[in-house]
């Protein structure tokens, strides 16, 4: 199912500037040399991103060929990504701390957000989600702070097969502190 926009006219659009418009290479100003344009869904309605892209324009300056973003735009939304941060959190909470299958994160998007997306879109989501997640518990200054005052740590395996859908949700959990280790959703069969 291909997402659906819609008329640009009932967007609310977001218009984003390069902050540092010197360049670093020989300190002239940039200048607009073209727009950005895409569309994102958040909690608060469908919104199309505009940002105004910037270069050198002095031929001679080896930054003259590399076009900068708005830095802001990340604060919106992940690169490539048609949801805002609020939505993807909200997948991912969705997820892995209340165990929701797929098709019970779709129905609820689309009732509570009038947000129409597939399966895929949302298995997306779930997948960078979860290695977002992976790359924070994997630093081992934050764990070993983490388990300074542990003396035992316990780990448990768990399915959890949620109450729609055939996909079962395997957690690894560690039961001293209470934190969900990671999670890898398996097709049941």
């Not at 009932?10 to 902050?19: G, I, N």
């Not at 001679?60 to 609020?86: M, N, Y």
């Not at 609820?108 to 997948?127: G, T």
């Amino acid at each position: 199912m291909g997402h659906r926009w819609l008329d640009d006219s009932a967007l609310v659009q977001v218009f984003l500037d390069v902050e540092d418009r010197e360049c670093r290479h020989c300190g002239c100003k940039m200048h607009v040399c073209d727009h950005r344009r895409h569309r994102i869904e958040t909690l608060d309605g469908p919104r199309k991103i505009v940002c105004r892209l910037v270069k050198c324009i002095d031929r001679t300056c080896p930054g003259h060929h590399r076009t900068v973003s708005p830095e802001a735009e990340l604060a919106i939304c992940l690169p490539r990504s048609i949801f805002g941060w609020d939505v993807f959190c909200w997948i991912g909470h969705r997820r892995f701390s209340r165990h929701w299958s797929v098709p019970q994160i779709r129905g609820e998007l689309q009732d509570s957000y009038q947000i129409q997306v597939s399966d895929d879109a949302i298995e997306d989501v779930i997948a960078r989600y979860q290695a977002i997640v992976a790359a924070r518990e994997q630093d081992p200054e934050r764990l070993a702070e983490i388990y300074r005052d542990v003396d035992d740590v316990v780990l448990s395996i768990d399915g959890l097969q949620p109450e729609k859908g055939h996909e079962t949700l395997y957690v690894v959990r560690e039961l001293t502190k209470k934190r969900v280790w990671f999670g890898e959703p398996l097709v049941s069969s």
